[in-house]
C-alpha cells in the first residue's frame, strides 16, 4: 500500500508559479497511475491532471492547459505539479492520488485508491 504526502503549496500572487510535490513510499511507485485533485470551499473535488505510469502520457481539465504540467521521477518516487500564471481561481487544497488497475488515466476521483493529505495553494489577486 503506497502512502502520499503532497508539499510545496503557499501564498502566490496572481501570475506566479508553485510546483508541488508528492513523494510516495511503501509501494512500487512505477505501478501506479498517478493524479492531481483539487478542493476549493464548498466546491466538489475536481480533476487537475494526471501521468501515466512511465510519464510518457499528460492529461489535464481544460482550464489548466498551457499553464500547469505533471511530470514524475520514478527513481525518486516523486510527481510533481509544476504551476505557472497562477490565477485566484486556482485557490485550492491539492490532492496527489494513485492507482494501479486501470490501464488510462483516470479522471474520477473515485477510481483512485490512494491519497495524499492535501496541500493549500492560495493565490491572491
Known amino acids: 500500500q503506497v502512502q502520499l504526502v503532497e508539499s510545496g503549496g503557499g501564498l502566490v500572487q496572481a501570475g506566479g508559479s508553485l510546483i508541488l510535490s508528492c513523494a510516495a513510499s511503501?509501494?512500487?511507485?512505477?505501478?501506479?497511475?498517478m493524479g492531481w485533485f483539487r478542493q476549493a470551499p464548498v466546491k466538489d473535488r475536481e480533476f487537475v491532471g494526471g501521468i501515466s505510469r512511465t510519464g510518457g502520457s499528460t492529461i489535464y481539465r481544460d482550464s489548466v492547459k498551457g499553464r500547469f504540467t505533471i511530470s514524475r521521477d520514478n527513481a525518486k518516487n516523486t510527481v510533481y505539479l509544476q504551476m505557472n500564471s497562477l490565477k485566484p481561481e486556482d485557490t485550492a487544497v491539492y490532492y496527489c492520488?494513485?492507482?494501479?488497475?486501470?490501464?488510462?488515466?483516470?479522471?474520477?476521483?473515485?477510481?483512485?485508491?490512494?491519497w495524499g493529505q492535501g496541500t493549500q495553494v492560495t493565490v491572491s489577486s
Open positions: 492520488s494513485a492507482e494501479e488497475n486501470n490501464n488510462y488515466i483516470p479522471r474520477i476521483r473515485y477510481e483512485y485508491d490512494y
Open positions: 511503501g509501494g512500487t511507485f512505477s505501478r501506479y497511475v
